[in-house]
DNA sequence: GGTTCGATGTATCGGGCCGATACATCGGAT
DNA sequence: ATCCGATGTATCGGCCCGATACATCGAACC
């Protein structure tokens, strides 16, 4: 999952830890404000070693290579390897039952951009089913054995099912997006005047890689 | 949080790992759907160590005890000791700033119904300073540098904002109805026909504790 | 009568991620 | 000249998860 994003987002260049923090924060805003150091460091360990990504630019002081942007101290920049991008590919094609939990399918998401069409879909459909499990299931707790449960609880599961049911109304859209290839664009609500600038959101090209 | 959670249950009654898990399922419903035994077993030893409960009714094959209602085998029923109720107290008015995370307030609001309206309030109210946090920085993110972000990561934040937004809202309609004794009742929208049978959700008792 | 199968039930293991904490340095303000 | 906040790397203990391994009970099926 971390590693997922990591990779992805070395991809698009290369970064300090600190720097790659910031980026996860905002590109997966939603989702998990911010990464703590206790997983970042580890994590970059362990791709370092798998051979995904590697240190570069350390910044020798003795030689007087392009300054970065900043000062340069004991800052290691990251890049990602061949064998980095491959496995960054695999995981971005590969779809599983972990894929639709919660945080992997925000991050899966905030990396569509990179996939074919195909991928997208499996994607979707497989998290849309299995909200679709969980809205069920607190629909029956909440049809039968509602006496069960002080009104707290109640109001607890209500709140619950009503996020499952604007969840999937969302994927739905989503869906629908993908298959007439508009792609995640916001032509609905738009508040008032024409729909003249364009429903046409920005055309992201490239709908494959590999 | 689940040795929160935990607590909470064998309060009411007394139960086995099993029976604990399905009724977490379905007390914590809209969380997790439910817990792991990696986590609730080790949970339960740690419990038992730490004096918070204890095992009972061992059923112990030679006694001809009331025998539960199914059938007993290598069943462990847990109870909550005196300690662990005074225990669950505290962790009940507490409210660091752990208790405004995702996951922890929601148990915490699963019991609500044993706090006191301050308490309730004080969780709320941290509860939605968090999220109004997370509203701002998503909005920021989106009023600025919107053209840095691919159309499928600018429609992840903005999904975000949007559930950020409603919580807050859900999160203000509770704090109003606390401050007016309503409690978490859903006054508004009733559908259809007549307020009859009562608006009035039930009145759980005592108001305050320990 | 035997077998198979799904629900019940307890338990461990490796691993991901978190918060707290500790350091160290840089740039600028006092 | 010194202090301080942002930058920057790193570890530690601990919670929780998914996978896995067992073992037993009741009922259904042959």
Sequence with gaps: MLEFAILGLLTESAMHGYEL????????????????????????????LAGWIAQAGETPATADEVPALTSRRGRIVYRITAEGKERFAELLAHAGPET??????????????????ATRLRI??????????????????????????DAYTLELQRHGLDACEREVRWLEELIAGERSGRGPGRPPNLPLSAESTGGEQERHGRDDLS
């Design 124 to 149: 979707l459909e497989g998290r849309r089913r299995k909200v679709e499990e969980r809205r069920e299931g607190l629909r029956n707790l909440l049809a039968r054995a509602s006496e069960r449960f």
């Design 100 to 117: 639709y939990d919660d945080a992997a399918f925000n991050v899966h998401f905030a990396f569509f951009a990179r996939t074919d069409r």
């Design 21 to 48: 923090r910031k980026e996860l924060g905002t590109k997966l805003g939603p989702i998990r404000a911010a990464i703590s150091y206790g997983t970042l460091y580890p994590t970059l360990k362990r791709l370092q």
